[in-house]
């Protein structure tokens, strides 16, 4: 177990809708990142907070959009959704330069 | 700004041969460097870190020497098995500790 929890861990919707993904991240860990992982891409920076303000933006779509809470978990919002944004979407936190990412388990996103 | 390339797969080997996994890197700064490994259905886990110049990661026989003057940080394993088929992604840490990870390599180890 890593400590990041991340839900739901499935999620099956229809073109068109939004979904909210959220992120526990370690306790103590002030950074936060999402990613997103499909077949054809591989592993995609999305977007990073760190202490709830963003630090730095990937490959991440116009319809999509994160924020971190005063409490330090984080939420990925994904609208008007395409059969192509079915991916895993994985979380992960760190703290400090040298410190690793910690990951969590995933939502497997399906868009159908 | 900062990027990993690592080598494509997917790379098959049988049990017991040598593994090697290219992985190099731009970044600005002393950037930490990782490797991690994602199992089929699994989220991912760190294999491997080294925070400095010439320092070396290890870990369940896997082993990664930062080398700053070539900007690389390939993974080694001296005999692989079955147990280590999965996926591995070098990753670094830079500026603003963003993670930027390489596209991953697929290894399939056969008996």
């Known amino acids: 177990d890593s400590g990041v929890t991340q839900t739901p861990k499935h999620l099956i919707t229809a073109t068109g809708q939004r979904v909210t993904l959220r992120c526990s991240p370690r306790?103590?860990?002030?950074?936060v990142y999402w990613y997103q992982q499909s077949l054809d891409q591989g592993l995609q920076f999305l977007i990073q907070?760190?202490?709830?303000?963003?630090?730095a933006k990937g490959n991440i779509l116009e319809r999509f959009s994160a924020q971190q809470f005063p409490d330090l978990h984080s939420e990925l919002n994904l609208s008007s959704l395409e059969l192509g944004d079915s991916a895993l979407y994985f979380c992960?936190?760190?703290?400090?330069?040298?410190?690793?990412?910690?990951f969590g388990q995933g939502t497997r996103l399906t868009v159908v | 700004g900062d990027s990993v390339t690592q080598m494509e797969g997917p790379v098959t080997l049988s049990e017991e041969a040598c593994l090697t996994i290219?992985?190099?890197?731009?970044?600005?700064?002393?950037?930490?460097l990782f490797w991690y490994v994602q199992y089929p259905g699994e989220g991912l886990q760190l294999l491997l870190k080294?925070?400095?110049?010439?320092d070396k990661g290890s870990n369940k026989g896997f082993e990664a020497t930062y080398r700053k003057e070539t900007t690389s940080f390939h993974l080694e394993k001296g005999s692989v098995q079955v147990s280590d088929s999965a996926v591995y992604f070098c990753?670094?840490?830079?500026?603003?500790?963003?993670?930027?990870f390489g596209t991953g390599t697929k290894l399939q180890v056969i008996p």
């Open positions: 907070y760190y202490n709830g303000e963003e630090r």
């Open positions: 990753a670094l840490k830079g500026g603003y500790q963003k993670v930027t």
């Open positions: 290219n992985c190099t890197y731009t970044a600005t700064g002393y950037p930490s």
């Open positions: 992960a936190s760190s703290v400090g330069r040298e410190g690793e990412a910690f």
């Open positions: 080294a925070t400095k110049a010439d």
């Open positions: 306790s103590g860990d002030l950074s």
